[in-house]
């Protein structure tokens, strides 16, 4: 079975301060990570996901996340947030060469960025 | 490319009521997911299906179903509504592939009076 640890439900953090998302998975085989962000009334927006190869991955907006294997985690981070920023962010997994192409979810972490 | 389409944006039914919700994935893609998004419960997966077969089911009651056109287009049918089902339904679409990321709908906003 797979599962997602969000253990933050909020992260604050002042305009233009970096910020951190926290994430920790459990998968039995290699893991496929994803990051996305929820807008108010909106569906999920696609931030980046962690396949293979380079630990830190890019993705949209200025995020990036770090993938850890030894502490099965992967971190959402900004060097400098905006208040654009906040929203509702998700981490997920999926068991890589597993059949499931379904996502497991964590709880989410509302991050508010404060001018 | 236009992204994942959902009709209705918004729904209100009654206990007892059935519903029929509509996704309409990304040009190419094959692969429809279905997710329930509820305050207590989160984001819980539905079912997914792939050329207009069911692949995988998440733990919902038989009230709960889906399928899936040949043009990829998918629906979910909510039968015998529960107040519990109140919730945002999201779809999303992908490539074949665990490598493929879904991209998600703006969602079906239930409400069940």
């Known amino acids: 079975a797979q599962s997602v640890a969000q253990p933050e439900d909020q992260v604050n953090v002042a305009e233009g301060n970096p910020l951190t998302v926290k994430c920790t998975y459990s998968v039995s085989g290699n893991p496929y990570l994803f990051w996305y962000v929820q807008y108010p009334n909106r569906g999920l927006q696609f931030l980046l996901k962690y396949i293979t190869g380079d630990n830190l991955v890019k993705g949209s907006y200025g995020f990036e996340a770090e993938f850890n294997k030894s502490q099965t985690s992967f971190h959402l981070k900004k060097p400098s947030a905006l208040v654009s920023d906040s929203a509702l962010y998700f981490c997920a997994v999926r068991e890589g060469g597993g059949s499931a192409r379904q996502l497991t979810f964590g709880s989410g972490t509302q991050l508010t960025v404060l001018p | 490319k236009a992204g994942v389409t959902q009709t209705p944006r918004y729904l209100i039914k009654t206990r007892g009521q059935q519903v029929t919700l509509s996704c309409s994935p990304i040009s190419g893609h094959r692969s429809v997911s279905w997710y329930q998004q509820t305050p207590g419960q989160g984001l819980q997966f539905l079912f997914e299906y792939f050329s207009e077969t069911q692949r995988n089911k998440g733990n919902f009651p038989g009230r709960f179903s889906g399928r899936q056109f040949s043009n990829s287009r998918s629906e979910m049918n909510v039968s015998t509504l529960e107040l519990g089902d109140s919730a945002l339904y999201l779809c999303?679409?992908?490539?074949?592939?665990?490598?493929?990321?879904?991209?998600f709908g703006p969602g079906t906003r239930l409400l069940v009076l």
């Open positions: 999303a679409s992908s490539l074949e592939g665990a490598m493929e990321t879904q991209y």
